[in-house]
Each structure stands twice: as C-alpha cells, then as structure tokens.
C-alpha cells in the first residue's frame, strides 16, 4: 500500500506565494512520474505541471513562469512552488505519482487527498 500526504495549501492574496508538498510513504520501489493536477468546480481535473525520473518538467501553459515543480527522490516528495499567483489559480490541487511496488511489479497511479489554494484579495 501506498499513502500519499499532502500539505501547503491555503488563501493567499493575487500576487502571493504559495508551496505544495506531497509525500508518499509505504510500499516503494521505484517513482516515475510525480505531478500536480488541479480542479474546480464543475470543471475536469487539469494538468498543472509533472516531472518525470531524470526528465523534464512539463507545464502548463497557464502557470508557466510562474509555477516551479521539483522531486526529492530520497524523500519520496513532490512540491510546486507556486509564485504570482492570480485568482484563476483557485483550485483544488492534487498530486499524483505513478508508482511501482517492487521490481517485478507493474506501476500504478497514486492520488494525494487534495489542498484547497484560494487566491483572493
């Protein structure tokens, strides 16, 4: 079993900073992808920004500049730096992480439980 923990969410004023942590703990042998997605309301789950194992970030196109992803493997953490932040930023961000259990095992997607980020002033 996988758990995923994430924190760093909050209300910040237009133009405020805000930073995502997502750890995962429990049954690893290896990480592959770790991203951020975000949803709204009524909306589907958008990509907001991912990382692959030795790879490039990817962005965006509406948090590029301004969103920073980066992994701690020894930690097993993801976080987004989140800078300049606009009030269309307001979402609740998730994590994701595409796992694999053991050497002989498939991967499999994780999910974090979700943060609320409100941008408003």
């Known amino acids: 079993q996988v758990q995923l923990v994430e924190s760093g969410g909050g209300q910040v004023q237009p133009g405020g900073s805000l930073r995502l942590s997502c750890a995962a703990s429990?049954?690893?042998?290896?990480?592959?992808?770790m991203g951020w997605y975000r949803q709204t309301p009524g909306k589907q789950r958008e990509l907001v920004a991912n990382?692959?194992?030795?790879?490039?970030?990817k962005y965006a196109v509406s948090v590029k500049g301004r969103f920073t992803i980066s992994r701690d493997n020894a930690k097993n953490t993801v976080y987004l730096q989140m800078d300049s932040l606009k009030p269309e930023d307001t979402a609740v961000y998730y994590c994701?992480?595409?796992?694999?259990?053991?050497?002989?095992?498939?991967?499999?997607?994780?999910w974090g439980q979700g943060t609320q980020v409100t941008v408003s002033s």
């Open positions: 994701n992480l595409v796992i694999s259990g053991s050497s002989s095992s498939g991967w499999y997607t994780y």
């Open positions: 990382i692959p194992s030795g790879g490039s970030a």
């Open positions: 429990g049954s690893i042998f290896r990480i592959n992808v």
